[in-house]
């Protein structure tokens, strides 16, 4: 599904990513750990482009999203993102912020004749049951009309996960999805995801949970000073790294 093909990217004089070249495969759970400040969320976000690589290609689904000439957003429309913070708007609904994107898109759509046969009224309608079906699935149907700010960090995450899922999304990205979250609510965060990793849904996860890589991933891989040091699935690379980096790394995370 995506091929990262010498993928480089600077900032100013400063080289986050030093050539990175990954095959994802539709359905692969792809973890991404590594110290901070290696370049992780830099290729996470260099993947749908809200970085713009220095150089390199990545091709999704047969296009070259890294060339600038190519229309991003018609592309990002495949592939969901899932943020640290959530990245929830504040002044807007839980079920208002879950619809936003599919009814802007679709009635892009309708204006441009891409689809036909249905109103402006009938998408709205069409994205509102389908945000109730994806709150039900989380259990927070109960939650549609109040606004972000009432809601635990658990819940946030939960819900930017269906926002993403909104969409129908080819590939959903993660960028430590977790980390912002407090210790007893990570679980109800990480128990969504291994339901999405179980129903087929490719996914790339850049995270600290070493437990949820062993469990849940098929590709696990190590990222440092912007270039894949080691990779492999979670048996290989946690049970026998052959990096020196990345066995310095896990003895340090692994307790």
Do not use: W
């Not at 990513?17 to 692969?28: A, H």
């Not at 389908?130 to 635990?152: F, H």
């Amino acid at each position: 599904m995506i091929d990262v093909i010498n993928l480089k990217k600077k900032f100013g004089d400063n080289e986050i990513l030093r050539g990175i070249d990954i095959t994802i495969e539709k359905g692969d759970i792809v973890v991404v750990i590594g110290p901070s400040g290696s370049g992780k969320s830099t290729f996470l976000r260099c993947l749908n482009c809200m970085e713009d690589p220095t150089s390199g290609q990545i091709i999704f689904k047969g296009t070259d999203i890294a060339d600038m000439k190519v229309d991003i957003n018609e592309h990002r429309r495949h592939m969901g993102m899932v943020f640290q913070h959530f990245n929830l708007f504040n002044n807007k609904t839980v079920i208002e912020n879950i619809m936003l994107a599919p009814v802007i898109l679709q009635t892009k759509d309708l204006k441009k004749g891409r689809i036909k046969g249905t109103t402006k009224k009938q998408i709205k309608e069409e994205a509102r049951e389908n945000a109730l079906k994806l709150l039900k699935r989380i259990g927070l149907e109960d939650k549609a009309d109040v606004y972000p700010s009432t809601l635990s960090g658990g819940q946030k995450q939960r819900v930017a996960i269906v926002r993403a899922l909104a969409m129908n999304p080819d590939v959903i990205l993660f960028d430590e999805p977790t980390s912002a979250l407090d210790p007893e609510m990570v679980g109800e965060v990480l128990d969504l995801m291994k339901e999405l990793a179980k129903e087929g849904m490719t996914m790339v996860i850049v995270t600290h949970e070493m437990g949820f890589a062993k469990e849940v991933a098929n590709k696990v891989i190590f990222i440092d000073e912007g270039k894949i040091l080691e990779s492999g699935t979670p048996k290989e690379f946690f049970g026998n790294p052959q990096n020196e980096r990345l066995k310095e790394f896990l003895s340090k995370v692994l307790v």
